[in-house]
T-cell receptor, first 116, second 113 residues
C-alpha cells in the first residue's frame, strides 16, 4: 500500500513567492496533520483535520499560512508570501481514529522548503 | 509552552553500551507514543503505551509508561550503529472533546562503532 505522499520533496523559492505543499493521506485514514520541523523548534503541529474539517489550527504561525482539505484524499498547505524564516521541513501525517485509544501517525517523507 | 520534555537533546554512546532516555509531561497523558527518525528521513512509529506502568519490548528496545502517566522511558540494550537517529516521544493530551498529540524535541543518538 502507498504511504502518505507529499510533493514537492524539495522547493527553493525567493522571499515573497507563494509556496504550495501537497499531501495525499493513506486511503481510509480520516485524520490529517501538518507538522513543521526545524532544528530550533523541533516538530511543531501546524494544523490537523478530522474528516476533512480543521479541528485545531492554533499552531499556524500567522495569516501567511493557510491549509485546506477539500476531500479525504488531498490537502494543501500554502504560504503566501513566503519568508526566509519559513525554511523548514514540512511533514504531512495521517491516522485513523478507529475508536481505539491513541492513533499512530504515518508520516510522509516531507517537503524541504528553502526560502532565499 | 512545551508540555512534553526530552532532555538532553543529544547523546553519544559506544557501540555495545546500553542507552536510556526519558520523556516527561507536565500533564497526565492518555497515552504515549515513540517514534524514530533516521538522519534525512521521516518519523516512523515505534510503539504506543496506554496503561499506567505498562512495559513493552521490541527486540533490544524496552519502553515503559510511568505509574502516573506523566513520564516514559526508552531503553536500548547493547546499542548498534543501526540505532542511530532521533527518538521522539509524543504524548496524547486530552482537553475536552479533543485530544492533541504533542511531540517532544527528541533525542538524537549517535553510536561510535
Amino acid at each position: 500500500d502507498a504511504g502518505v505522499i507529499q510533493s514537492p520533496r524539495h522547493e527553493v523559492t525567493e522571499m515573497g513567492q507563494e509556496v504550495t505543499l501537497r499531501c495525499k493521506p493513506i486511503s481510509g485514514h480520516n485524520s490529517l496533520f501538518w507538522y513543521r520541523q526545524t532544528m530550533m523548534r523541533g516538530l511543531e503541529l501546524l494544523i490537523y483535520f478530522n474528516n476533512n474539517v480543521p479541528i485545531d489550527d492554533s499552531g499556524m504561525p500567522e495569516d501567511r499560512f493557510s491549509a485546506k482539505m477539500p476531500n479525504a484524499s488531498f490537502s494543501t498547505l500554502k504560504i503566501q508570501p513566503s519568508e526566509p524564516r519559513d525554511s523548514a521541513v514540512y511533514f504531512c501525517a495521517s491516522s485513523s481514529t478507529s475508536g481505539r485509544p491513541g492513533r499512530e501517525l504515518f508520516f510522509g517523507e516531507g517537503s524541504r522548503l528553502t526560502v532565499l | 509552552g512545551q508540555q512534553v520534555m526530552q532532555i538532553p537533546q543529544y547523546q553519544h554512546v559506544q557501540e555495545g553500551e546500553d542507552f536510556t532516555t526519558y520523556c516527561n509531561s507536565s500533564t497526565t497523558l492518555s497515552n504515549i507514543q515513540w517514534y524514530k527518525q533516521r538522519p534525512g528521513g521521516h518519523p516512523v512509529f515505534l510503539i504506543q503505551l496506554v496503561k499506567s506502568g505498562e512495559v513493552k519490548k521490541q527486540k533490544r528496545l524496552t519502553f515503559q509508561f510511568g505509574e502516573a502517566k506523566k513520564n516514559s522511558s526508552l531503553h536500548i540494550t547493547a546499542t548498534q550503529t543501526t540505532d542511530v537517529g532521533t527518538y521522539f516521544c509524543a504524548g496524547d493530551i486530552v482537553t475536552g472533546a479533543n485530544s492533541k498529540l504533542t511531540f517532544g524535541k527528541g533525542i538524537t543518538l549517535s553510536v561510535r562503532p
